[in-house]
């Protein structure tokens, strides 16, 4: 779920009504498994790998967030929220090749409890950098 920019005086707010939609979620399991990329092959633009075990609590949880982002008037995309974790991103105009992540197709990691989500705010340009928000607990209900 990308919530985009979030006006500063809105935050509070953000981090107050996603608590508890955090906190109905279940202790979940996750790993990573298999790959691919937002974009095509040829103008590639975000290399991610895929995310297995209990998803679907995770699906959920983004649906309640989207609601509580939507609640307070942000803009949040309208497309299906798809778990995956970014694992870069192709700089426009420059030599790339898109068929990077189908190496991955096959792989599948260890799995690991999920702990805790986390509010980032990301500070993008030449060399990003990222925030903690905020930090809430899951499977604590």
Known sequence: MFLGTVPEE???ALVAAAAPAVAATPAVTLRLAGGGRFGS???PQVAW???DGD???LVALAGRLTDVARGLGLPVEDRPFRPHLTLGRWRPG???DGTLTDRLAGYRGPSWPVTEVRLWESHLGSRPTYDVVATWSVGQA
Request: charged share 20%; proline share 13%.
């Open 10 to 12: 809105r935050v509070a």
């Open 41 to 43: 092959a040829r103008r």
């Open 49 to 51: 790998a895929g995310l």
């Open 55 to 57: 998803v679907a609590p």
């Open 94 to 96: 420059q030599p790339a």
